[in-house]
């Protein structure tokens, strides 16, 4: 398959003004006319019309409405004979496909017996031949007609402008989008639905009708998204006025999807996992997820929709901006400043523990990459995530009144556009005349196009003579896959400085004339500087890159002494959070280097265990923080501070760490259990599930020091918690309680669980993922695992299944994954083979569970590269599989 390059972008040679689509929709045989009108770009040279297409049939081409000469050519239809000059002329291509034969789930398929499109990024040539591009914006009418009975509902983008009876109970809907958009966005839905409606006004005064779809039965798991989806319009016109630019606005759930969402004009399809809700099945997790993801979908209406991408290099324009945007809708909602830092810490560990080693292995790429195979490969954390980092800093570099301005910008000169991140960021600058942003622009602008992870070491100097305290700081970037040198970055630094009784200390550089009160960022630019802080009296604990102001390694050089000032006193929730992790970290790393296999002798010292009972016991700090601060660095975090990795004495240590600390804050534990545990209704906001998380972390905690002691009450009180919990979070809480101790009760509990929720495919998700990632007792995971893919549950083609136990073994369970019989490997090898089948995307994602195979130690390393070889191997492997496959192994 040919490499694509970002330098080799041209303009389209065509330009397609309208598109009129008529679907006769069925499962076996889908029939498709498409009218176009066409013209060709007086920008580009003459050419001939090259259309996109994938597994279609072709009947016909009419050309002006006659029979014109055609070749196809490898996945093209490729026109020659066309009317010369610029006027207009109509194509008429007539295709069939078959929905229901559609593993790929790209296109048009069939999901329970309804029809569902997935076109981006070029799922649309599966539907029909189309320039199946972004930068290719058109006006859509669209007839669909199906059967009455098996399809009552059919949607498309837009209004509904007509539906009617046809013969033979069949019978139409015409729907028609008042906006012009790339086929990415195209999206068709048919079948047995009912909708949860709810009508807004909007502070402009316009009337809208907002719908979520499902299936008939699910009704009462459809509150949320909608509540979700009504605070997701407010928020965008109070904070960016924005407002719904249609009459309607439709969301429907379907159980088969390849990710998350998708944010098609006006009718934005969903994973069932983001939208269906309610006390019984979901849990805070769920609840909070489905609040960001209806939100990203809904502000992908105007950052991706109104203004779009010129071509998929530029992904992140609207991938990064809109994860941005979906994190800071989530922080407002949540209020409080704690609960908004709570929502950073959160966002932060999803950044370091898959972002950094993907920036770290052999697949890193730029937030604007230039160059793929296959685009699916990149919808990644280096394009979502760190791309929402990129744009989080610029609002840090031109201050939040700025970044609005700077976004009004962006729309005033683009809206209606297919354009580049260059663009975005030039708008967000130009608004900002002066700024550090302006200022720095062209260097700014590394962020989108050197891969890799900055570090940043500090050191600190105390001049105690001339009260002067000196910080050093020297960034670097280690080379990527064809990066072989970087140039410095632009660094926004958060900073404060701790007195040593935890005073937080007024700043003043060595060439202010006073201090500035406040919080204060400075900007890294050069490989190393200095700052030099005057009238300081004591030797200060520096509180560095607060709030995690930009995505980089920071080696802050600190002292187990000064991470426990900052643990106890640091006004900044995040960097008081990061103390607690690096303390344990330090700790883990210092067991793992040390040449014992045996970990019951390990002992955590008391500074550490009382430094958690403070924060535990902490009168004030809020419950949801406790958790964060108590929980453990996770085993992929360890493994990539680590030059060599043992993934089993990973694991091993950080079990024995838990457990450690479950024994050592055994009475602390209870306390925290009996005090803050659910007693009321439910209710899913970020106050009482801190709560909840901290009581569920606490029963685990007491569950396994009963596995040490033999002592039954805890297990007991955990198995009665499980039957009569209220809602599902406390219920599977204290279930993976049971199953994380190994408790004999949890062969009870199990089955239980099943019976009671057999009909919710969700919650049989989570039955099937909590076992494939519970943790590894002398091998057993990966012989259930096995088992557990022959349950009559299991069905490989849905990918929420499939998920739900290889993935959460393969590239969630590390502990057990990771066999010196390498059957782990076997297994992936086997599933990615089986998986590339039917779905090469899902098939792709797992191929990269073995990333970082080359960090692996003896025998993982050897056993894992052979693994990838024997994938490679195949011949017929998909080009998803086939790119990042070829990349482990370069
Ligand atoms: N834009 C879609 C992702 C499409 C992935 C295609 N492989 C969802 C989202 O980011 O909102
Ligand atoms: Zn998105």
């Known amino acids: 398959a040919p490499v694509i390059r970002r330098e080799d972008y041209t303009a389209p040679a065509f330009w397609i003004d309208t598109v009129d689509l008529t679907?006769?929709?069925?499962?076996?045989?889908?029939?498709?006319?498409?009218?176009?009108?066409?013209?060709?770009?007086?920008?580009?040279?003459?050419?001939?019309?090259?259309?996109?297409?994938?597994?279609?049939?072709?009947?016909?081409?009419?050309?002006?409405?006659?029979g014109t000469s055609f070749k196809l050519d490898g996945g093209h239809l490729v026109l020659e004979n066309l009317p010369d000059g610029h006027e207009p002329f109509e194509l008429e291509i007539f295709t069939t496909c078959c929905p229901a034969k559609n593993s790929k789930l790209m296109g048009l398929y069939v999901s329970n017996d309804s029809f569902f499109t997935q076109c981006e990024a070029e799922g649309f040539r599966r539907i029909t031949y189309f320039l199946d591009r972004p930068d290719v914006m058109a006006s859509y009418s669209v007839t669909l007609r199906a059967d009455k009975a098996r399809y009552p509902v059919l949607l498309s983008n837009g209004n509904l402008v007509d539906q009617g009876a046809l013969d033979d109970g069949r019978h139409f809907a015409k729907w028609v989008d008042p906006h012009r958009k790339p086929s990415y966005l195209f999206a068709l839905v048919a079948g047995q639905l009912v909708a949860r409606e709810q009508r807004i006004t909007s502070r402009a005064g316009k009337e809208h009708l907002l719908q979520v779809f499902v299936r008939p039965g699910d009704l009462d798991k459809t509150e949320h998204a909608m509540n979700s989806l009504?605070?997701?319009?407010?928020?965008?016109?109070?904070?960016?006025?924005?407002?719904?630019?249609?009459?309607?606005?439709?969301?429907?759930?379907?159980?088969?999807?390849?990710?998350?969402?998708?944010?098609?004009?006006?009718?934005?399809?969903f994973n069932t996992k983001y939208v269906l809700a309610n006390a019984a099945t979901a849990t805070d997790t769920d609840y909070a997820n489905i609040e960001s993801v209806v939100g990203h979908e809904y502000f992908h209406n105007w950052t991706g929709n109104r203004v779009t991408c010129r071509d998929w290099f530029q992904l992140s324009l609207k991938e990064g901006l809109t994860v941005f945007r979906d994190q800071e809708f989530s922080q407002d909602l949540a209020g409080e400043p704690s609960a908004r830092a709570v929502k950073r810490i959160e966002d932060v560990r999803v950044l370091r523990t898959a972002q950094f080693p993907e920036d770290a292995g052999p697949m890193?790429?730029?937030?604007?990459?230039?160059?793929?195979?296959?685009?699916?490969?990149?919808?990644?954390?280096t394009v979502y995530e760190k791309g929402a980092e990129v744009v989080r800093m610029m609002q840090t570099l031109v201050g939040r009144e700025g970044f609005t301005k700077g976004m009004s910008l962006y729309f005033e000169r683009h809206d209606g556009h297919a354009v580049t991140c260059d663009d975005f960021a030039q708008a967000i600058a130009d608004a900002n005349p002066?700024?550090?942003?302006?200022?720095?622009?062209?260097?700014?602008?590394?962020?989108?196009?050197?891969?890799?992870?900055?570090?940043?070491?500090?050191?600190?100097?105390?001049?105690?003579?001339?009260?002067?305290?000196?910080?050093?700081?020297?960034?670097?970037?280690?080379?990527?896959?064809?990066?072989?040198?970087?140039?410095?970055?632009?660094?926004?630094?958060?900073?404060?400085?701790?007195?040593?009784?935890?005073?937080?200390?007024?700043?003043?550089?060595?060439?202010?004339?006073?201090?500035?009160?406040?919080?204060?960022?400075?900007?890294?630019?050069?490989?190393?500087e200095t700052l030099t802080f005057q009238n300081i009296d004591a030797e200060p604990v520096p509180s560095i890159l607060r709030g995690f102001s930009a995505p980089v390694i920071l080696?802050?050089?600190?002292?187990?002494?000064?991470?426990?000032?900052?643990?106890?006193?640091?006004?900044?929730?995040?960097?008081?959070?990061?103390?607690?992790?690096?303390?344990?970290?330090?700790?883990?790393?210092?067991?793992?280097?040390?040449?014992?296999?045996?970990?019951?002798?390990?002992?955590?010292?008391?500074?550490f265990i009382e430094a958690m009972r403070g924060v535990l016991r902490h009168p004030t700090l809020d419950a949801a923080f406790k958790e964060l601060v108590l929980t453990l660095p996770a085993e992929t975090y360890i493994a990539e501070q680590l030059d060599v990795v043992d993934p089993q004495r990973i694991h091993a240590?950080?079990?024995?760490?838990?457990?450690?600390?479950?024994?050592a804050l055994a009475d602390d534990w209870q306390w925290a259990y009996e005090t803050h545990r659910d007693t009321g209704g439910y209710q899913p906001d970020p106050v009482s599930s801190g709560r909840r998380a901290l009581a569920g972390l606490a029963l685990t905690q007491l569950c396994l020091v009963a596995r040490q002691s033999g002592d039954t009450v805890w297990p007991g009180k955990a198995y009665q918690r499980f039957k009569d919990a209220g809602n599902m979070t406390d219920r599977f809480n204290a279930l993976s309680a049971l199953v994380s101790s190994g408790h004999s009760l949890a062969a009870q509990a199990l089955p239980r669980f099943h019976a009671l929720f057999k009909d919710e495919a969700l919650v049989l998700d989570k039955w099937f993922a909590l076992q494939a990632g519970a943790p590894d007792r002398g091998g057993n995971v990966l012989p259930a695992v096995r088992q557990l893919m022959a349950h009559p549950d299991f069905n490989l083609r849905n990918p929420n299944r499939a998920r739900s136990v290889i993935f959460s073994y393969c590239n969630a369970n590390p502990?057990?994954?990771?066999?010196?019989?390498?059957?782990?490997?076997?297994?992936?090898?086997?599933?990615?083979?089986?998986?590339?089948?039917?779905?090469?995307?899902?098939?792709?994602?797992?191929?990269?569970?073995?990333?970082?195979?080359?960090?692996?130690?003896?025998?993982?390393?050897?056993?894992?590269?052979?693994?990838?070889?024997?994938?490679?191997?195949?011949?017929?492997?998909?080009?998803?599989?086939?790119?990042?496959?070829?990349?482990?192994?370069?």
């Open 230 to 269: 009504m605070h997701s319009v407010a928020w965008d016109e109070a904070r960016f006025g924005l407002s719904l630019d249609l009459e309607r606005f439709m969301i429907v759930a379907t159980s088969d999807f390849n990710m998350g969402a998708m944010e098609n004009k006006g009718l934005n399809i």
């Open 815 to 890: 502990g057990a994954f990771h066999r010196t019989d390498a059957a782990g490997y076997v297994f992936w090898s086997e599933r990615v083979i089986e998986l590339d089948a039917l779905n090469p995307q899902v098939a792709a994602r797992l191929a990269r569970a073995l990333d970082r195979w080359k960090k692996l130690a003896e025998p993982y390393r050897h056993a894992a590269r052979e693994a990838i070889a024997r994938v490679a191997a195949k011949t017929d492997l998909s080009n998803d599989v086939r790119e990042v496959v070829t990349r482990a192994l370069a």
């Open 434 to 528: 002066g700024s550090a942003l302006a200022v720095l622009l062209p260097q700014f602008k590394r962020w989108y196009s050197q891969a890799g992870t900055p570090r940043l070491q500090a050191s600190g100097h105390y001049d105690a003579a001339a009260r002067t305290y000196t910080l050093t700081l020297a960034q670097s970037c280690p080379p990527t896959p064809g990066q072989p040198h970087k140039e410095p970055f632009v660094i926004p630094m958060g900073l404060g400085l701790l007195a040593p009784d935890g005073r937080e200390l007024p700043l003043q550089l060595a060439t202010e004339a006073a201090p500035v009160p406040g919080h204060r960022t400075f900007v890294v630019t050069q490989a190393s």
């Open 23 to 66: 679907f006769d929709l069925d499962p076996a045989k889908t029939r498709v006319l498409n009218r176009m009108k066409l013209r060709r770009n007086p920008d580009v040279a003459t050419q001939a019309l090259r259309l996109d297409g994938e597994e279609l049939n072709l009947a016909r081409v009419l050309v002006n409405g006659q």
């Open 555 to 607: 080696d802050g050089g600190y002292t187990d002494a000064q991470l426990l000032t900052l643990l106890a006193h640091d006004s900044d929730p995040f960097n008081r959070w990061e103390a607690g992790q690096r303390l344990a970290l330090n700790r883990a790393i210092k067991y793992i280097a040390e040449d014992n296999q045996g970990t019951r002798t390990l002992a955590l010292d008391e500074a």
């Open 364 to 381: 890193a790429h730029p937030v604007r990459p230039d160059q793929y195979i296959e685009i699916n490969n990149f919808y990644t954390v």
């Open 653 to 663: 240590v950080r079990e024995a760490m838990r457990e450690q600390l479950a024994h």
